[in-house]
């Protein structure tokens, strides 16, 4: 079965570093999203993308915050200059396959530490 | 805003045990409602849905109702088994059509011991 996947599954960087996340979406999917858990709060929508450009993001997603599809199958989170706050578990979610349920599947997260 | 909330906590039951997992929301327009689980390890997976109003969801024995009046969309499970530990999130979408984000609550952790 198609899956959503996430890499890497751990990221550990020190404060005012750069990270990126990276996911590769179900093939046929035309939908991607990032959303954020800190540790104990609720999963926050960050992003969503569509058409190789940004359909909506949230007010978290700063210029901090960057994203991009470099090659057709990975959709990738920058993060610069992280700062502690960054810490959280981050997902990516694809949807919009043939049969357009409109399911967002998800993968299963990197987790993100800033030191 | 769009806003979920969810019952905290985590929950622990034995094995066969009625389960409820309260959520209630707020949104301005009429949403689709959510459930997705998370097993340990794993992302999250959408679990059951409704779309309208009195819908009901249902998927693995779960089920949830989307109340209007309420404003509500509990999840409940006649006999939980070990296998249901994991946790639950409730979620909507703003649109009603799933292509645009999720408003999630925090999560209920739950452990069904044997």
């Known amino acids: 079965e198609p899956e959503v996947t996430q890499t890497p599954s751990h990221q550990v960087t020190q404060m005012g570093q750069e990270v990126i996340l990276r996911c590769v979406p179900i093939?046929?999917?035309?939908?991607f999203y990032w959303y954020r858990q800190i540790l104990g709060q609720k999963v926050e929508f960050l992003v969503s993308?569509?058409?190789?450009?940004?359909?909506?993001k949230s007010e978290i997603f700063d210029d901090q915050f960057s994203v991009e599809r470099p090659d057709g199958s990975n959709f990738t989170l920058k993060i610069r200059s992280t700062k502690l706050e960054d810490s959280a578990m981050y997902f990516c979610?694809?949807?919009?396959?043939?049969?357009?349920?409109?399911?967002?599947?998800f993968g299963p997260g990197t987790r993100l530490t800033v030191l | 805003g769009n806003s979920v909330t969810q019952m905290e906590g985590p929950v622990t039951l034995s094995e066969e045990a009625f389960l409820t997992i309260n959520c209630t929301y707020t949104?301005?327009?009429?949403?689709?409602l959510f459930w997705y689980v998370q097993y340990p390890g794993e992302g999250l997976q959408l679990l059951l849905k409704?779309?309208?109003?009195?819908d009901k969801g249902s998927n693995k024995g779960f089920e949830a109702t989307y109340r209007k009046e309420t404003t509500s969309f509990h999840l409940e499970k006649g006999s939980v088994q070990v296998s249901d530990s994991a946790v639950y999130f409730c979620?909507?979408?703003?649109?009603?059509?799933?292509?645009?984000?999720?408003?999630f609550g925090t999560g209920t952790r739950l452990t069904i011991i044997p």
């Open positions: 949104a301005t327009g009429y949403p689709s």
């Open positions: 979610a694809s949807s919009g396959g043939p049969a357009d349920s409109n399911e967002q599947f």
């Open positions: 409704a779309t309208k109003a009195d």
């Open positions: 993308f569509y058409n190789n450009e940004i359909s909506e």
């Open positions: 979620a909507l979408s703003d649109l009603g059509f799933g292509n645009e984000k999720l408003t």
């Open positions: 093939s046929n999917h035309l939908y």
